[in-house]
T-cell receptor, first 112, second 115 residues
Framework: GENVEQHPSTLSVQEGDSAVIKCTYS??????FPWYKQELGKRPQLIID???NVGEKKDQRIAVTLNKTAKHFSLHITETQPEDSAVYFC???????????WGAGTKLIIKP | EAQVTQNPRYLITVTGKKLTVTCSQNMNHEYMSWYRQDPGLGLRQIYY???????DKGDVPEGYKVSRKEKRNFPLILESPSPNQTSLYFC??????????????FGPGTRLTVT
């Protein structure tokens, strides 16, 4: 079946440094790629998304890049802050884009 | 306030005792979905619904039932819960045009323990 692989499973970075999380998807028909952030004990919330007709999207310190040929997309967080500590999930649309299939998540730890 | 609500938030039950977890959204969203979240496995979809009376299986539907009789409600039913259904459950909703998914809004989660 279709799947999304997400790496790394845990990422520890110094406050102020950049963090990059990568995902690879298998369904060449996927055209929507969101990233969700889940703080401890909270619900997942969308932080940024990208559609297949663009290669990059930025929102302040967060950016997402998409390489459709290679079927991978990445989340970039610059100037990391303590409040960036959370689990981040990537996802890709499948089945005529009615469903999302999710990566296993990356626990991001920001060291002071 | 736009929101997705779930009840109960916490539930401890015994094997075989039927239970229902309710989910309601007030955003007039067409699409609703149930996920379970287990450590190291991310979010796995149980069932989803494109609109009223339109439901379909996700990745892990075994042991679960759903219904969508009204646009705002999407209850999850466990007819005979088993310990392997112990998990954190999330309901989510979004607008959905035919070929274009949108941001999913998640409920607060229901932590279910089956003993």
């Amino acid at each position: 079946g279709e799947n999304v692989e997400q790496h790394p499973s845990t990422l520890s970075v110094q406050e102020g440094d950049s963090a990059v999380i990568k995902c690879t998807y298998s369904d060449s028909a996927s055209n929507y790629f969101p990233w969700y952030k889940q703080e401890l004990g909270k619900r997942p919330q969308l932080i940024i998304d990208i559609r297949s007709n663009v290669g990059e999207k930025k929102d302040q310190r967060i950016a997402v890049t998409l390489n459709k040929t290679a079927k991978h997309f990445s989340l970039h967080i610059t100037e990391t802050q303590p409040e960036d500590s959370a689990v981040y999930f990537c996802a890709a649309s499948i089945n005529s884009n009615y469903q999302l299939i999710w990566g296993a998540g990356t626990k991001l730890i920001i060291k002071p | 306030e736009a929101q997705v609500t779930q009840n109960p938030r916490y539930l401890i039950t015994v094997t075989g005792k039927k239970l229902t977890v309710t989910c309601s959204q007030n955003m007039n969203h067409e699409y609703m979905s149930w996920y379970r979240q287990d450590p190291g496995l991310g979010l796995r979809q149980i069932y989803y619904s494109m609109n009223v009376e339109a439901t379909d299986k996700g990745d892990v539907p075994e042991g679960y039932k759903v219904s969508r009789k009204e646009k705002r409600n999407f209850p999850l039913i466990l007819e005979s819960p088993s310990p392997n259904q112990t998990s954190l459950y999330f309901c989510a909703s979004s607008h959905s045009l035919w070929d274009s998914p949108y941001e999913q809004y998640f409920g607060p989660g229901t932590r279910l323990t089956v003993t």
